[in-house]
């Protein structure tokens, strides 16, 4: 293939460094780029996935035609139809987070731990982009099934529809890191085994993320996170998501929990509760009280939660500066719109579009007498 001025593109195999120093006998699967005459072997944790690329050949064999490597040591040189090629490895972790530095230290993150409580278009984009900053444990835990209609709002695409939305998830999450550690669970919050968490939850490194969008389900995450000494923040949906509200507690620092603050679940307030089984083969939607709003709208509230949860991982960390922690309240309000035609009486308690509160207090219920019952108890 030549390029705009006549130039032969050269074939070049992009390959961590970790593999080509140890280059086992066998498949190599991941995929050939032909526009750009790049062959990129997938590393070691996606053997499984990818486009059978060619064999990697025993020390002294002739090349095979098309593409193959011959073992060199514990190396090996590349082929295709003969003529050898060009290499260019990486080192996979610090290739993929070189980006990050200076604003989220690498080995800091891989440390962090993440419990993301539903695994829909809330926590599917919340587990992305903590990966992304560089999170290396997960415990993703939701009963669903990836669908059709979660399509248009959800991280995941119509190759995982039939799929349980933790495993589409997850291999996601190892599409942007292969060495992440995820643990599933395929049910709900209340049924987790407790030997996961106890195995996963370090105090301090740990946050829980309720997204499931049910107050009730935020109550029971709170006081579990309580107990592991962990974090936790909540990300929730007002009618067609256009408002939302964020809330967070931190162990140890004399805040409400969610019950204490917002109460048990049960009170009626304009955030939409997700209902498991309004998605049905109804032919007509009209009426439905559907999970709120569009992606974008449902993204742009997300993104404030997601950065609240990266200052939160980093509060012990000296030298990291926090983005909102510190800014914003414990209880936080942000609206994608003011328009009343669209949210109703309930979008006069902003000024303008877009607009994030920071000054909402909560504070503790009748019966905490000042104290977090929960941590109250932890304590004894």
């Given at each position: ?7 032969e593109i ?26 750009t005459e ?95 900053a ?17 399509i ?18 997850t ?24 030997q ?78 997700a ?11 009209e ?14 509230i ?54 994030v ?24």
């Amino acid at each position: 293939m030549l390029n705009f001025f006549g130039e032969e593109i050269k074939k070049t195999v992009f390959i961590s460094k970790e593999q080509l120093e140890n280059m086992p006998e066998g498949e190599m699967r991941g995929k050939y780029i032909a526009d750009t005459e790049i062959i990129n072997i997938f590393p070691e944790e996606l053997r499984g996935r990818g486009d059978f690329l060619g064999n990697v050949l025993p020390e002294g064999s002739a090349p095979a035609e098309g593409f193959c490597a011959v073992k060199k040591g514990a190396s090996a040189e590349f082929f295709f139809d003969g003529e050898k090629l060009e290499v260019e490895s990486y080192e996979l972790y610090q290739s993929i987070f070189s980006r990050n530095k200076g604003i989220l230290e690498t080995p800091v993150m891989q440390s962090k731990r993440a419990v993301i409580l539903g695994c829909g278009s809330v926590g599917s984009l919340v587990a992305m982009e903590l990966a992304r900053a560089g999170v290396g444990n997960f415990v993703l835990v939701d009963p669903d099934t990836m669908e059709y209609h979660n399509i248009c709002r959800h991280q995941c695409g119509i190759e995982d529809v039939g799929d349980l939305k933790v495993n589409c998830l997850t291999r996601k999450l190892k599409n942007i890191n292969p060495s992440v550690n995820i643990k599933t669970f395929g049910g709900e919050i209340q049924n987790i085994p407790k030997q996961i968490l106890d195995e996963f939850c370090v105090p301090g490194d740990t946050v829980f993320v309720g997204c499931a969008d049910n107050r009730t389900a935020d109550v029971y995450s709170n006081r579990i996170s309580i107990y592991y000494g962990a974090a936790f923040l909540s990300i929730g949906f007002w009618e067609r998501a256009f408002a939302g509200e964020i809330f967070y507690h931190i162990p140890g620092e004399n805040m409400p929990c969610y019950e204490c603050a917002l109460g048990n679940g049960s009170n009626p307030s304009a955030r939409a509760e997700a209902n498991h089984h309004i998605y049905s083969n109804q032919e007509s939607t009209e009426g439905m009280k559907f999970e709120p709003g569009i992606s974008v709208d449902i993204n742009f509230i997300t993104t404030i939660g997601i950065k609240l949860i990266i200052d939160i991982l980093n509060k012990n960390n000296p030298d990291y500066r926090p983005r909102l922690l510190g800014h914003l309240t414990q209880y936080t309000l942000v609206s994608n719109t003011s328009d009343p035609e669209i949210g109703g009486e309930m979008v006069e308690i902003f000024s303008y579009p877009l607009q994030v509160t920071t000054s909402l207090r909560v504070g503790f219920g009748e019966n905490c007498k000042g104290r977090c019952r929960y941590e109250v108890i932890e304590e004894k």
